[in-house]
């Protein structure tokens, strides 16, 4: 099957990738295109930006937590554009643990056989870009890089400088962008604000616009022009919606993997979105899936939502399937410590969440060792946690669904708390590793039948 396909890699982090991959997206729209986007790792504020400007759901495509076989499937299967365009994570050789290519953006491109254009920041250099460019061609026997971008150009000496050294790499440059303050998104602990939890849509299409006048986009279609062929998607069989998820969604909850969605449906799940925010009750369902956010941002708003907040206690002691993941978890403890300032949430765990100032980000690696709405069998596990908070006071009763050998999870290594027939963890997953999204759709199914 050929994919025209183009992946934007940086030498680093915070060189622009998002805003750029933005305007690429934005310039290919405008050429009559349309455009899937795609975002490496396990990122969830980046791919809301890229699904704003294209106006389709962002995937993730994550080697450590897919697998090289799902992640292959999931690319084909989700390509339904003319285009695809895939933005990368960190720096383009970055992996798992820093010291392995393995779930870098090299490897991914690698995997998916995708071109690659680097880059590069050029605010604090001149002719010693082009070493930096031609390290990078170097490194890796098959960099995969095709072209160049050079971003937060100080002046037109400083472009010419920039191209002349730059000329011993042998490859185009595909756009020259100048310093601008105006393009830069703003930023919060875990990385960018997530557009769904402002109205950013303006801000996104005015800042892709202006970076999109200094590309050159018909050199990125002549890279993209002849795709390398992947195999043919393998049919998805859909089963009959049998039983309904509420999935809360909305400014605090608001990251979710598409393919975990795509999955419950696949199994049979009708799924409703509701608002722990502005909802006073939950639609008529049963199960609930609670995904991660932000929700100590929001916490006087989730606070005062008292019916909500009892409706979906209530849920859970009448052993409703309920799943949470990192924010969700937050929000099933007694309170939420933030900006000196302690809200009130939902109270199902006896622990107390607290915002720290260290950030933990880990893909968790570990064992199911007890039997939970998602899993009916004990295995190994995969996932990442990426996270501000820690809880604290956790009861010596609680009772943990997972014990991890990679990763810091709730406390003492292990995560995913269990009360009733909920269970919360810091750690998300990615329901295809497994059959997760079969085991909660019967869970949620049986429920229905009682």
């Known amino acids: 099957m050929k994919i025209p396909r183009i992946t934007l890699a940086g030498v680093t982090s915070g060189v622009g990738k998002t805003s750029i991959t933005c305007a690429i997206i934005y310039a290919l729209q405008k050429k009559g295109f349309s455009v899937q986007p795609f975002k490496v790792g396990p990122d969830y504020i980046d791919p809301s930006y890229l699904s704003s400007i294209s106006k389709k759901e962002a995937f993730n495509l994550d080697v450590w937590l897919m697998g090289k076989k799902h992640l292959i499937e999931s690319f084909v299967s989700n390509s339904k554009s003319n285009i ?4 990368g994570v960190m720096g383009y050789y970055d992996g798992y643990r820093g010291n392995s290519n393995y779930a870098s953006t090299h490897h991914v491109a690698s995997i998916i056989k995708s071109p690659v254009i680097l880059i590069l920041d050029a605010s604090k ?3 010693s870009i082009a070493a930096t460019a031609i390290g990078f061609q170097k490194f890796h026997r098959n960099s995969r890089i095709s072209g160049l971008i050079l971003n937060k150009i100080g002046s037109k000496k400083h472009e010419i400088l920039c191209r002349q050294a730059l000329e011993k790499t042998n490859l185009p440059i595909i756009g020259v962008i100048y310093k601008n303050s105006e393009l830069n998104f703003e930023s919060r602990h875990l990385g960018l604000i997530p557009a769904k939890e402002k109205n950013l849509k303006s801000k996104i299409e005015k800042t892709s616009k202006i970076i999109s006048d200094s590309l050159d986009i018909n050199k990125i279609i002549q890279i993209i022009k002849n795709p390398f062929p992947l195999p043919n998607k393998s049919k998805i069989l859909l089963k009959k919606p049998k039983t309904t998820i509420s999935i809360a969604l909305d400014g605090s909850f608001n990251f979710y993997y598409h393919d975990n ?6 199994e049979g799940a009708d799924l409703k979105f509701f608002s ?3 909802d006073e009750k939950l639609p008529k369902s049963d199960g609930i899936y609670i995904g991660g956010g932000f929700p100590e941002i929001l916490g006087n708003l989730l606070e005062k939502n008292h019916s909500m907040k009892k409706t979906i206690k209530k849920a859970s002691e009448e052993n409703i399937p309920i799943y949470a993941e990192c924010g969700g978890l937050m ?3 007694k309170s939420i410590d933030y900006g000196n300032k ?5 109270g199902l765990f006896d622990a107390e969440t607290k915002m720290t100032k260290k950030m933990k980000l880990n893909y968790t690696k570990g064992k199911i060792i007890s039997k939970n709405n998602i899993s009916d069998k004990f295995h190994d596990l995969r996932g990442h946690e990426f996270h501000y908070s820690e809880l604290d006071s956790v009861s010596s009763d609680s009772k943990f669904a997972y014990e991890l050998d990679i990763g810091d999870g709730i406390q003492n290594h ?3 708390m269990i009360q009733y027939n909920t269970l919360a963890s810091y750690g998300h997953l990615y ?3 497994s059959n997760y999204a079969q085991i909660f759709v019967k869970n949620c199914f049986k429920n229905s039948r009682r």
């Open 84 to 87: 695809s365009v895939i933005e």
């Open 261 to 266: 969605l795509e999955a419950l449906r696949r």
């Open 331 to 333: 929000y099933l403890t």
């Open 276 to 278: 722990p925010i502005h």
């Open 125 to 127: 250099t001149s002719r």
């Open 342 to 346: 302690k809200y009130k949430m939902i």
């Open 414 to 416: 292990k995560d995913g």
């Open 431 to 433: 329901f295809d590793s």
